[in-house]
């Protein structure tokens, strides 16, 4: 497969782009492999190049139902950050940040990773003192995380409302410079190019219908095109996790399947180029700009379990109050789309990157609002907790068995509404 360079754009401009290679191949499935993946998303096309990069495992199917992209990766707001702070998160959001900040090079694919800033505001002396909490944490594990006061907000985003009749008013904001957004398809189409050069075999539209075991082990998958047989399969489904982990016999897991809507606006000229975030006790909502031009935000998730990818009037209501709080100025903007993505909610808010009780099954799920940040970390301690049968140090804590043992990761509170931990 060609490297894409601008000699390569040059080329192919002079003789009318019709040089260009597709992307990655498009084989049909083999009887059997070394290792499967389901799930077509970042998390498991990031877990199958990882698995053939480092590990050189080459020999490695991954099946999708639909199609590259077509699921929740185009589904969300792009947000990149590692504002963690308890033990679990803290090291494994980082590490994820890190491998962002080098992928395009890596996957010789421009993912469009723009280290805009992450700004969250903070109304209040008690928001104030939980953040500087966070951050102080942050900076003690090596990130990057500054405190604003209220002038140097207004000096970095001076769109906002910080009138004396404001609804919010806004007293600072805890700044992480590293954080950014990237362009969610790039991500996807990147790591499908990389892996499929390395050898990994992408089958779309290959849903799987059943799971095979043989002796207490896992076997293979029985799927609408034939029965493939391998070792160790990974599943890294998100809103389906539910769905597939019944079939394959893992038993109730403790996560919930939500919808979270998000919104794009009509494009206007270049108005905020930073990440805007607020959350705690005024709502929660969060804003960029895309490169084309789009306000693009959202909120809180439906407070019911769904797995309707559609959004709704309530919702629309509460995320464009929560705008109109802080910026104002966006009242006379159209809204152009509202969208959603169904999410694997955690009962901590808390990810699980983990083997199970089924010999050569493995789990990747309960990502909560922090999916696409994770990606590149996900499939980088995925592919190790496959390759070598037991989790890397970083993901170590992301275990299905911490709730048995009451070794919860309550990050953020964000977690589905039973909160039954």
């Not at 590293?178 to 190019?193: L, P």
Request: charged share 15%.
């Amino acid at each position: 497969m060609k490297r894409y360079s601008a000699w390569q754009l040059f080329k192919q401009g002079l003789t009318g782009q019709t040089g260009w290679s597709p992307a990655w191949r498009q084989p049909d499935p083999k009887p059997a492999y070394d290792v499967i993946i389901i799930g077509g998303g970042g998390h498991g096309l990031a877990t199958a190049y990882y698995l053939a990069k480092i590990h050189g495992i080459t020999n490695v199917a991954l099946l999708e139902k639909g199609w590259i992209g077509g699921g929740n990766s185009g589904r969300n707001t792009t947000i990149v950050r590692s504002n963690y702070f308890v033990e679990g998160n803290t090291a494994f959001y980082e590490h994820s940040l890190k491998l962002w900040e080098g992928l395009s090079q890596d996957l010789n694919y421009n993912v469009m990773f723009s280290q805009r800033g992450h700004l969250n505001l903070f109304f209040t002396p008690g928001q104030r003192d939980a953040l500087m909490r966070r951050y102080n944490i942050m900076r003690l594990n090596g990130i990057d995380g500054e405190f604003l006061n209220r002038e140097q907000v207004q000096k970095m985003v001076p769109h906002l409302n910080y009138g004396n009749q404001a609804r919010l008013p806004i007293m600072g904001g805890f700044l992480q410079a590293r954080a950014g957004t990237a362009r969610h398809d790039a991500v996807n189409w990147g790591y499908a190019r990389a892996a499929s050069a390395l050898g990994v075999d992408i089958i779309q539209n290959c849903e799987v219908t059943g799971f095979i075991k043989k002796a207490g082990r896992i076997a293979g998958v029985e799927t609408n095109r034939g029965e493939i047989r391998a070792e160790k399969i990974g599943m890294a489904v998100a809103g389906s996790t539910s769905v597939l982990a019944g079939l394959a016999g893992l038993g109730k897991l403790p996560i919930e399947s939500h919808k979270l809507q998000a919104f794009v606006s009509e494009p206007i000229k270049p108005f905020l180029d930073t990440v805007v975030v607020y959350g705690a006790g005024h709502g929660h909502f969060y804003i960029s700009q895309s490169d084309k031009g789009g306000m693009v935000f959202g909120g809180n998730i439906d407070g019911y379990n769904s797995y309707a990818q559609k959004g709704n009037l309530p919702i629309y209501t509460d995320v464009a109050s929560c705008a109109m709080n802080v910026m104002p100025a966006l009242g006379r903007i159209k809204l152009l789309r509202q969208w959603a993505g169904i999410m694997d909610m955690s009962m901590d808010g808390s990810p699980f990157i983990t083997k199970t009780d089924m010999p050569g099954f493995y789990l990747n799920a309960g990502w909560c609002y922090g999916g696409f940040k994770a990606i590149p970390g996900s499939g980088w301690c995925f592919a190790h907790t496959i390759a070598h049968d037991r989790p890397h140090e970083i993901n170590s804590l992301l275990t299905l068995d911490r709730y048995a043992h009451g070794r919860q990761i309550d990050e953020s509170g964000h977690g589905p509404y039973p909160k039954a931990h």
